[in-house]
């Protein structure tokens, strides 16, 4: 029977929707820019420059930290799932809290880190990106979605970082003092 003494578990099921959501908007992000199409820009002077995202080494950052973020974060969703996280402070293992911890820091530093490279590097690199938007290549779309997920996946992890810590009054799943 499951009484209604029971702590609500509210904050763990945002967390690890957050979680999900962090790791499939990073990976979404680090495939989206891996695959960024090439594009062939003509130059005034008549020369023509093929261009891929490993020009930019910004572009290579994104999607280098965001598969790096994405798994992190599955294992971050294993610690938090998998270990049977219990609320008894005696009895609840402490370095899978401690990884835990140390993982979404990691996470959030990565996804931070590629986002504003990559908002930079638009920037930076606005006018070369733009010179792909009417060319047969879809590097500049690519490129902005990838930008956009991104920041999705920061957001994502910094409010799971959050709502870890914060309770929430409500139950998405029964657990009973026997789980623990």
């Not at 003509?42 to 994405?70: D, R």
């Not at 009895?91 to 996470?107: F, S, T, Y």
């Not at 590097?139 to 970082?161: M, N, T, Y």
Request: aromatic letters at 10%; one cysteine or more.
């Amino acid at each position: 029977m499951h009484g209604a003494d029971e702590e609500p578990n509210g904050s763990k099921a945002v967390t690890l929707l957050l979680r999900l959501a962090t790791m499939a908007l990073a990976l979404t992000s680090a495939v989206v820019m891996a695959t960024a199409s090439e594009c062939t820009i003509y130059q005034p002077n008549g020369a023509k420059a093929t261009v891929t995202f490993k020009h930019y080494p910004p572009f290579v950052y994104l999607a280098w930290f965001n598969f790096v973020a994405t798994i992190l974060e599955a294992a971050g969703i294993y610690l938090q799932v998998g270990t049977g996280d219990c609320d008894d402070d005696e009895e609840a293992p402490k370095i899978p809290r401690i990884v835990l911890v140390a993982i979404d820091v990691a996470v959030l530093a990565l996804l931070n880190l590629a986002t504003g490279a990559v908002f930079s590097a638009v920037v930076a690199y606005g006018p070369q990106i733009s010179a792909c938007t009417g060319t047969a290549g879809r590097f500049c779309e690519q490129v902005h979605r990838s930008k956009h997920f991104s920041l999705a996946a920061s957001i994502a992890a910094g409010s799971a970082a959050f709502f870890k810590d914060v309770p929430l009054p409500f139950n998405l799943w029964p657990m009973s003092s026997d789980d623990c």
